[in-house]
């Protein structure tokens, strides 16, 4: 029961902000992985691949992330 409880505030919250979830599947983790080797981080790679394939920008310092051509504001 409290899972459901949880599943319900969670699709409100998301929805009240506007924000829509992008399933991590094979086409992405393979585009991650098929990136020029600038991130060592695959769960980086993977938002960098994410932010490509579905024309996203990402918010954040990491420098390494910055030299991919993504779309990046901080």
């Excluded at 992405?28 to 600038?38: C, E, F, N, R, V």
């Excluded at 960098?48 to 954040?60: F, M, Q, R």
């Amino acid at each position: 029961m409290a899972g459901g409880v949880a599943r319900q505030r969670l699709a409100l919250a998301l929805a009240s902000h506007g924000i829509i979830e992008i399933p991590v599947n094979s086409t992405l983790a393979l585009s991650g992985i098929a990136l020029p080797d600038l991130h060592n981080d695959p769960p980086d790679r993977i938002l960098v691949a994410t932010a490509l394939e579905n024309d996203l920008s990402l918010l954040t310092p990491d420098k390494h992330i910055q030299a991919y051509p993504v779309p990046v504001s901080w």
